[in-house]
């Protein structure tokens, strides 16, 4: 059975970091661009950047550019987001998803929380 | 990038057939056939109920079906259960080079 599992969230301070996993099995990494979605408490999902199969194509939302780099290991079947400089509107629980190119499969979520 | 606008929330009866609704631009849904629905139960991941406008997953209930009309798309829900009560959201391309998503903001729905 395919399965996504982000790991990572925790409480960090306003311009800290944070680096997210998503680790998939039963399928193949390598094969689908990846996306990550992310939702802040009590509201709707804002989708926050993807990358293209062998990493060579990366794009993000606006209001993460320069701050969150989003890469991958096809080796490891892992997918990441660096997070840096990190602000209280980035609270949020942060969903990765295979991109095929609807958003077919999604993980349970990983909740971040940037709080002083 | 704009979200798409959907009614915040509606509500139906069960075994009623209801529509939920998504107005974009023709920069998003009116531009290109990359329109999704998703649904999502309180503290749960989203799920895929139709994609490329009116394409069904396999294993998704029939009683979801996605449409579009010009710069509107609709997900219509027949024969509502109770199991249907959660929140939708829709989505669109705004690049079929980057794969650049937006939603709409969430309906919930409440049967």
């Known amino acids: 059975e395919a399965q996504l599992v982000e790991s990572g969230g925790d409480l960090v301070q306003p311009g800290g970091s944070l680096r997210l996993s998503c680790t998939v099995s039963?399928?193949?990494?390598?094969?689908?661009?990846m996306t990550w979605v992310r939702q802040a408490p009590g509201k709707g999902l804002e989708w926050v950047a993807n990358i293209k199969e062998d990493g060579s194509e990366k794009y993000y939302v606006d209001f993460v550019k320069g701050r969150f780099t989003i890469s991958r290991d096809n080796a490891k079947n892992s997918l990441y987001l660096q997070m840096n400089s990190l602000r209280v509107e980035d609270t949020a629980v942060y969903f990765c998803?295979?991109?095929?190119?609807?958003?077919?499969?999604w993980g349970q979520g990983t909740l971040v929380t940037v709080s002083s | 990038q704009s979200a798409l606008t959907q009614p915040a929330s509606v509500s139906g009866s069960l075994g009623q057939s209801i529509t939920l609704s998504c107005t974009g631009t023709?920069?998003?849904?009116?531009?290109?056939?990359?329109v999704s629905w998703y649904q999502q139960h309180p503290g749960k991941a989203p799920k895929l109920l139709t994609y490329?406008?009116?394409h069904r997953p396999s294993g998704v209930s029939h009683r979801f079906s996605g449409s579009r009309s010009g710069n509107t798309a609709s997900l219509t829900i027949s024969g509502l259960q109770a199991e249907d009560e959660a929140d939708y959201y829709c989505s669109s391309y705004v690049s079929h080079k980057t794969f650049h998503v937006v939603f709409g903001g969430g309906t919930k729905l409440t049967v």
């Open positions: 023709s920069s998003d849904i009116g531009g290109y056939n990359y």
């Open positions: 039963g399928f193949m990494l390598r094969d689908h661009w």
């Open positions: 998803a295979r991109t095929p190119p609807a958003l077919d499969m």
């Open positions: 490329d406008v009116s």
